[in-house]
């Protein structure tokens, strides 16, 4: 009998060891997101920047799935709809965020993460409150109300938040501000602990060697396209996701990052071949960024998906014979380099499409990226990863 309760309590003993050292396990996910960005977007990028025979940082995830992304009110989704599949697990209708088609709301993993006592980021080339980030940290049922949608965000609290959109902080009486009052957002993200910055300037000269909340607002509306860059005062996509990594790295317990390459789909909406490759180029070194963050610590799972193709574009339409000799600067193309003919990109709409896109990822939880799935998929396996439940 001794020696059966020697066991028992050793076992016990192991099991609680065990379970703790599960429970303090760093879970870390990062969420790549390169909006519109299909196979075709994504090949564009691949040969314009290396050859026919070169490959992207995201070509390295080898865990490969093709997602489907209809939405709850149509077969086409819009970007709300499509990342409140990821940040809450279920569908909704197109322009909703992370709410039902009922209009309930409904919990993101961002806000759980939080709850948690796991560090949280949002970053983004577009405003900071459009419909991509807002539905990790907003509920609304109008994703075009974005001073709404910017006092939420502040009241979710991200511990990072960088992108655009500085005139939905901004009160009424400034110049620039879109808001309808007087609420001056950043003054009271200050309050809330926030360092705030506004140029790329600002955000080099920060102190990252510790913990701190940080709101990069680092123009008006949408950051430039990377093809049209005339102020060096704006970061680079890649800048901002390793300026977010070394903060949320402070944390012990672990973080989501949710990364947004938000101008694809802008460009793509253009039809416009140049500026959509020089996009997901940059968003491709944020990329890059991620994947040698989680090779260093092999404890974080990365995703690099799209939440809808935009613009039905096609590469090598025709094209049978020969190989485009494009000039580069680096990993972009020459400047003014026409891609379109080169490339022999066409169009079929400037608007989404119904196609499914590809989600690749490594680290803990991607083996679960293989064959046909759902794009609201990638929620419990965020969720796994981070050891949280709904």
């Not at 396990?25 to 997101?33: S, T």
């Not at 490969?64 to 809450?88: E, N, P, R």
């Not at 400047?335 to 989404?352: A, E």
Request: charged letters at 20%.
């Amino acid at each position: 009998m001794r020696l059966k309760a020697l066991f028992c309590w050793v076992v016990a003993l192991y099991l609680v060891t065990a379970m703790g050292c599960a429970k303090a396990r760093p879970g870390k996910v990062i969420l790549f997101v390169g909006d519109g960005m299909g196979l075709a977007q994504r090949e564009a990028a691949r040969v314009a920047g290396f050859g026919p025979a070169g490959r992207l940082a995201m070509d390295q995830l080898e865990q490969i799935s093709l997602v489907t992304t209809y939405s709850a009110s149509g077969y086409t989704t819009d970007s709300a709809a499509g990342a409140t599949a990821w940040s809450a697990g279920c569908k909704t209708n197109n322009r909703f965020l992370a709410m039902s088609p009922d209009s309930t709301a409904v919990r993101t993993i961002l806000e759980y993460a939080r709850d948690a006592g796991y560090s949280t980021g949002l970053v983004t080339t577009t405003t900071l409150t459009h419909a991509t980030p807002a539905a990790f940290a907003a509920h609304i049922s109008d994703r075009g109300a974005e001073a709404q949608i910017a006092e939420q965000m502040l009241a979710t609290g991200p511990d990072v938040m960088l992108g655009g959109g500085r005139s939905f902080w901004m009160p009424k009486s400034q110049t620039g501000s879109k808001r309808e009052d007087e609420r001056d957002l950043r003054a009271e993200a200050r309050s809330a602990g926030y360092e705030v910055v506004q140029s790329a300037g600002e955000l080099s000269r920060l102190d990252l060697s510790r913990p701190r909340r940080l709101l990069g607002l680092f123009a008006e509306g949408h950051l430039p396209y990377r093809y049209d860059w005339q102020d060096e005062q704006v970061p680079e996509l890649a800048a901002l996701t390793r300026t977010a990594l070394e903060l949320l790295d402070h944390n012990e317990r672990g973080f989501f990052l949710m990364v947004e390459g938000g101008r694809i789909d802008h460009a793509c909406h253009n039809n416009d071949a140049n500026r959509a490759v020089w996009e997901a180029i940059a968003f491709d070194q944020a990329v890059a960024e991620g994947i040698q963050y989680a090779r260093r610590w092999n404890d974080t799972l990365v995703i690099v998906v799209a939440d809808h193709e935009t613009g039905g574009m096609s590469v090598g339409t025709g094209c049978y014979s020969g190989f485009a000799q494009i000039p580069r600067q680096g990993a972009f193309p020459e400047h003014g380099v026409q891609l379109d003919s080169l490339l022999c990109i066409s169009w079929t709409t400037k608007s989404h499409s119904a196609i499914p896109v590809i989600a690749g990822a490594l680290g803990p939880g991607s083996g679960h990226f293989r064959g046909l799935v759902d794009n609201t998929a990638l929620f419990p396996v965020m969720m796994e990863t981070l050891g949280l439940r709904p």
